[in-house]
């Protein structure tokens, strides 16, 4: 793929990916599988698709829109178990 066809596929990739049950990903699952894609993109075909904003405007606008979204439904949070107790320590 030429990279106007990239940013476009990842446009629609942003806005619809989607857990197996059909859930929507956490902010820093949706964060981890933009820079795994970036990592992928940047040793295969050398595209930054996370800092170019000539060639992937669209793609990096509808990641934005999705955070800002995740944030909104209440995924945008950190979920943290609960501290280990002493107990547990020793």
Do not use: C
Request: aromatic share 12%; no cysteine; hydrophobic share 40%.
């Amino acid at each position: 793929m030429e990279p106007r066809e990239l940013d476009d596929f990842l446009s629609k990739f942003y806005a619809e990916v989607r857990k197996v049950d059909g859930s929507l990903y956490s902010k820093n699952a949706i964060l981890a599988i933009r820079y795994g894609l970036q990592k992928h993109f940047a040793a295969s075909r050398g595209f930054d698709i996370v800092n170019n904003k000539q060639d992937f405007p669209s793609s990096n606008a509808m990641f934005s829109a999705v955070l800002v979204e995740l944030k909104r439904s209440g995924k945008g949070t950190v979920q943290h178990k609960e501290p280990l107790s002493a107990e547990d320590f020793d």
